[in-house]
């Protein structure tokens, strides 16, 4: 009986222990609240801890609260099914009315469904990807900035160091893919572009990292973006460093996921990191965070006590302490109390009712959402407000990682952009200053900023397209070295493509390959040359290649580096007048009848100014004529002695010895040049005269020439093609009637080329027939890199305007 007894007495303690726990879990001051974690992960398990201190610390700063949450915590194992499954257990049979989490992106994206379907707020402080919004799930709440945010700050460091290219290394998951188009448009608004993009499964072999590695090694872009998990990137840096990829002339950035971790991760994946520069969202240090670092390393050794190393906590800690604090006092602000989910009625529900349709809805969702988005509060991670249902971030630091340690280099800001400290004023930036930055230890140990690009690996030369000529040799001229055989290309066109090409803010390797048959020779007209870039024979043609339209058709062609135009060339015959009458010459009788015409109104004027009060100009009629004329034409030789007593007479006297001083000056200067310099004068001054007198008339062969001077009305019979200067010289000096030609048509470059020495007996006459100028053909996947940027049109000015006297 006795034995009975304290069995009875201990069942019923026991009873009563049981319903006082179920009444304290659904008292009405307390909240249930969900928690979906990896908590086998780094960033799981640290954040777990976060938010048991958050509690703890907001409770003890509000004792006088009257709700409290109570936390039922799943473990998702970093599955996106696992991570499913704990939350519908959660929302069906716990009925939380909050879930803080899930950690990835991938399984947000799914959780963010279930929570717009039950209506109970899902607050993520790691799921970062600009794929998850809330415009479309408007009960999911990020309370970290999103990816989008950092594809500015990482262009920016790109153009400050003037890289133009870059190849990106991502995972193939939502986190990873919605993080590219931002970062492409970034760069596009900068001028630099994605060259490639390298996508790896989260849980790519090493195997297949190598093999990926390999294919980006044997391009020339050394610049590379790295957006990924840890996981994944603490075994592709490992693979990197393998490979001799973490040396000199590469140039390493991570976004921000991984550079919040840098200082959780383990020695040899920062070991293998040495030289990677890092972008992260900025957070202030104060007195309140350095209080949280000593709270946190008490905690972690009271939850692990046989761990020696205490890892530093990372940036997802702080958000989900913040994420915390911002859930319990929207719902003491919410009025918040565990509420029943309204479940579907039986005739809502068929027998093949899943459940997902069988889940509920809380009633108490749409209230806590407002006060959750309506809450701002001063956190660790700087001051919490929810714009569109998304923490804002803008200011970001730029880090560097040195042996085993980060090292912060600059800050990025959308006002002052990249600058040394944080306060630095917009004023005071300079883009391509590199005192904005602190210095920099790159990859393989080097201070010296790797240039973005090497020549590729692979072997493969572009094969560049010259033409082969006879004469004008100044613009292209193909030699073959008389002991190897090897051909040397030099001339004006080659020495700006040179130029183009330095210009460039990476390299091209390429070759010059003459277009030429077996004899050397010129091996087809410039129409077919260019025709061989479409057939894919030729990569490129430099040389003097004429931007014409139907060209465009199938190739593409850079803008035109020399004048346009197309012109004509005739003999010159030299004049020599009589030397009796030279000083007439200057006078013709425009100019004798004008000036006449003012002699006699300058006397007509100072007469009627002066022969009412001036005695030396009245008298007789004939007097005062007399007078009147001479003292206007003494005046051309400044020999008028006459007395002037009206001061407008003076005036007027001032302007009329001022258009005369000119017109003196003028004839003299005129009378000069005459007598000087020998007159020439062109044989032809036109078309239509060529073509009335039937003259036979030249053009350079293998141009596009022929045709245009087809189309102008001359006869194809009364057409003949040279190829050189010298046979320019011959015929223009024989002339039409004598086995030469009238004039030569060909384009301005030449002419200018021609007549450079040879002034005294050609001229250029004649109306210029506008053409494209010179350009470079490229294929459509070169044209890119030719195309001439503001510095690079600088060197060709500079080449052209240099080289112009010479050729």
Known sequence: MKGSFFVCVFMVFLHQGFADENEEANGNGVVKIGVVLAMGSLVGRASNMCISIALQDFYRDNPNFTSRLHLSTRDSGGDVVQAASAALDLIKNVEVQAIIGPQTSAEAQFLSDLANKSQIPVISFSATSPSLSSTHTPYFIRAIPSDSIQAKPIASLIKFYKWRQAIVVYEDTDYGAGFIPYLTDALSEIGS????????????????IRKELYKVMTMQTRVFVVHMSYPLASRFFRQVKQLGMMSRDYAWIITDGLTNLLNSMDPWTIDSMRGVLGVRAYIEGTQRLDKFSTRWKRYYRKEYPNEIDIPHFNVFCLRAYDATRVLALAVEKSGGRSVGFLRPTAGQMTANSTDLLTLGISPVGPRLLSAILDTKLKGLTGTIRFVNGEIQGSTFQIVNVVDKSVREIGFWSPEA??????SRKVVHRRSNDVE???PVIWPGESTVTPKGWVFPTNGVKMKIGVPVKKGFKEFVNVEWGPLDGRPTTTGFSVDVFHAVVKGLPYGLDYEFVPFADDHRKKAGTYNELVYQVFLGKYDAVVGDVTIIANR????DLTPPYTE??????????KERGSRALTFLKPLTWELWVTASCFFFFMAFVVWFLEHR????????PSEQVGRALYFSFSTLVFAQRDKITSNLTRFVIILWLFLLLILTNSYTANLASILTVEQLQPTVTDVQTLIRNEDIVGYQGNSFVED???KLGISRSKLI????????????SKGSSHGGVAAIFDEIPYIKSFLSNRTNDFMMVGPTYRTGGFGFVSSLSLSLSLSLSPSVCVCVCVCVCGGGAST
């Open 193 to 208: 572009r994605l060259q490639h993009r390298t996508l790896l499964p989260s849980v790519a072999s090493d195997e297949l």
């Open 417 to 422: 952009g990249i600058s040394r400290e944080i």
């Open 436 to 438: 904005n930055l602190g």
């Open 552 to 555: 465009s058709n199938y190739v």
């Open 564 to 573: 346009s135009g197309v012109s004509m060339i005739v003999p010159v015959r």
């Open 613 to 620: 009060i001036n005695d030396d100009f009245q008298g007789p």
């Open 708 to 710: 245009l001077l087809i």
């Open 721 to 732: 093609e040279f190829d050189s200067a010298e046979e320019y010289v011959e015929a223009l």
